[in-house]
């Protein structure tokens, strides 16, 4: 029992720090800096479609 608790401490622990690693990686990154921004990424995809498009859109 002594065993299996000092590995699970381990697991959560090593876990915990590579989330942790990845979090800071994401805010250093700049992922968080504009969280509103990401709605308005679908607008101007279609606007760059429809303006140079090969697809059908209209010119």
Not at 6 to 28: D, H, N, P
Request: no cysteine; proline share 2%.
């Amino acid at each position: 029992m002594l065993i299996l608790t000092i590995v699970l401490l381990i697991a959560t622990t090593l876990l915990g720090t590579i989330f942790f690693g990845l979090f800071r990686w994401a805010v250093k990154d700049g992922q968080f800096d504009d969280p509103e921004e990401a709605k308005y990424v679908i607008f101007r995809e279609e606007e760059k479609h429809a303006n140079g498009a090969v697809d059908g859109g209209i010119k």
